[in-house]
């Protein structure tokens, strides 16, 4: 069972285009972080969220963490092929999980078309 | 470029073989993580390394044997693997803690088993 769901799980998108990644879960964290994966490498950490409603801008993304904890939304306004890749939401120090180490989501792979 | 290394960067090996995948960071951290990914999917954690001990081992099957000889290192030995253990071999690190730190990857061993 996976404890962090992301949809949607592959997105095509035209360069200038806005779009949301959402990561939902039933499991509250004390953070989660979002990272970027391009191919050949290993994901790199964009922005990592703690506080319930927090909302994070990094250029044009921008990163809200839920109220409850338990679900995250990526935005990105005026998509660049350069935002081409695999993004994933991780969910840090599980509530009721008591997991000591972090959870990855499923992943969303984003292709954006010049 | 990522300052956690990995070698080699590609490893074609036969289910007889012994091999070790390599991790190294500099930065400071005293958490280490190896992380299988198969194509398209997120990073599985399989080991985790605190202050040099191990603390989690996700059900590993034992051809796979982590070592972590000093703070700045991290190996996994294998040994008799099978065609599905073919994948991404990520390698991370990050400030020790309860899990939650942000984790800095390596860009992986690509292994292929023939």
Redesign the interface.
């Known amino acids: 069972t996976q404890l962090l769901e992301q949809s949607p799980q592959f997105l095509s998108i035209q360069e200038g285009e806005n779009l949301t990644v959402y990561c939902n879960s039933s499991s509250v964290f004390s953070s989660l972080q979002w990272y970027r994966q391009e191919p050949g490498e290993g994901p790199v950490l964009l922005v990592t969220v703690v506080t319930g409603g927090e909302v994070k801008k990094l250029k044009r993304l921008t990163f809200q963490f839920g109220d409850a904890r338990k679900d995250s939304s990526l935005h990105i306004t005026a998509a660049q092929p350069g935002d081409t890749g695999l993004y994933l939401c991780a969910g840090a120090g599980g509530v009721d999980t008591g997991r000591r180490a972090l959870t990855f989501g499923s992943g969303t792979r984003l292709q954006v078309q010049p | 470029d ?1 300052e ?1 290394t990995q070698t080699p960067k590609h490893l074609v090996m036969g289910m007889t073989n012994k091999k070790s995948l390599k991790c190294e960071q500099h930065m400071g951290h005293r958490a280490m ?1 190896w992380y299988k990914q198969k194509a ?6 399989m080991f ?1 390394y605190s202050y040099e001990k191990l ?2 081992n996700e059900s590993v099957p034992s051809r796979f044997s982590p070592e972590c000889p000093n703070s700045s290192l991290l190996n996994l030995h294998l040994h008799a693997l099978q065609p599905e253990d073919s994948a991404l071999y ?1 390698c ?1 690190s990050s400030q020790a803690g ?11 061993t690509r292994l292929s088993i023939l």
């Open positions: 990522t956690v993580y398209k999917k997120p990073p599985e954690l985790v603390s989690i990520l991370a309860s899990g939650n730190q942000p984790q800095h990857f390596g860009d992986g």
